[in-house]
């Protein structure tokens, strides 16, 4: 079975710092992707950075950035210049890549509630 | 433009009646999920449907039947509804196992 694991329930950060969530995974497929998403308080899941197994190089989305370790199966985030509205919860989440249309399941980690204080 | 839409965003009923929640994507994607997270906030796939074709039934109580009628469309019906049913329930739709754009959620309380 897949699953993903994050062992921070919350985190907290001052603004303009940076912050690291992490995040690791159990599975037996070698070819996936990787996503974080956020979710504000309004609940609304917004996609961050996502990362494919088959690339070396980490994803880096403006001051979101990741650090993919496939071996040591380990996919943590990176947050600079940490801002009041990055305030939310971080989702980590995985899905092996079948071709049968419709068969993928996205797993998620319980989450990390990021507070940003001001 | 929304890209994954649902309605209603909030609804509030009592135990035992039927409701539905309507979902529609404009990404042309192929395949459309239900996602419910519960109190704990924990999310999990309910169904994913292909090309209108049921893949996934994540073992969902049969008092919930999703209606696929195009590919731009999975609805969510549930019957007899009971308290342990109040999550935020989210459509979801891809390409191909591709990422996953969520719509914006709905909140069900069951009273």
């Given at each position: 079975a897949q699953t993903v694991t994050q062992s921070q329930p919350e985190m907290s950060v001052q603004e303009a710092e940076t912050v690291t969530l992490s995040c690791t995974y159990d599975t037996s497929e070698n070819n996936y992707y990787l996503f974080w998403y956020k979710q504000p308080p309004s609940r609304q899941m917004i996609l961050v950075i996502r990362q494919e197994a088959y690339k070396q190089q980490n994803a880096t989305e403006n001051r979101f950035s990741v650090n993919f370790q496939k071996a040591a199966k380990s996919f943590s985030l990176k947050i600079s210049?940490?801002?009041?509205?990055?305030t939310a919860m971080y989702f980590c989440a995985f899905i092996p890549i079948i071709h049968?249309?419709?068969?993928?399941k996205l797993v998620f980690g319980k989450g990390t509630k990021l507070t940003v204080n001001p | 433009d929304t890209a994954v839409s649902q309605t209603p965003k909030y609804l509030v009923t009592q135990m035992g009646n039927d409701k539905s929640i309507k979902c529609e994507q404009n990404?042309?994607?192929?395949t459309m999920y239900w996602y419910k997270q519960d109190s704990k906030k924990f999310l999990k796939i309910m169904f994913s449907y292909n090309n209108k074709e049921l893949?996934?039934?994540?073992?969902?109580?049969?008092r919930f039947s999703p209606k696929s009628p195009d590919k731009a469309h999975l609805n969510l019906h549930i019957n007899s509804?009971?308290?342990?049913?109040s999550a935020v329930y989210f459509c979801a739709s891809s390409r191909r196992g591709n990422t996953i754009y969520f719509g914006e959620g709905s909140w069900l309380t069951v009273v």
């Open positions: 210049d940490s801002q009041l509205g990055d049968q249309g419709g068969s993928e | 990404l042309g994607h192929d893949i996934i039934n994540e073992t969902v109580p049969n509804l009971e308290l342990g049913d």
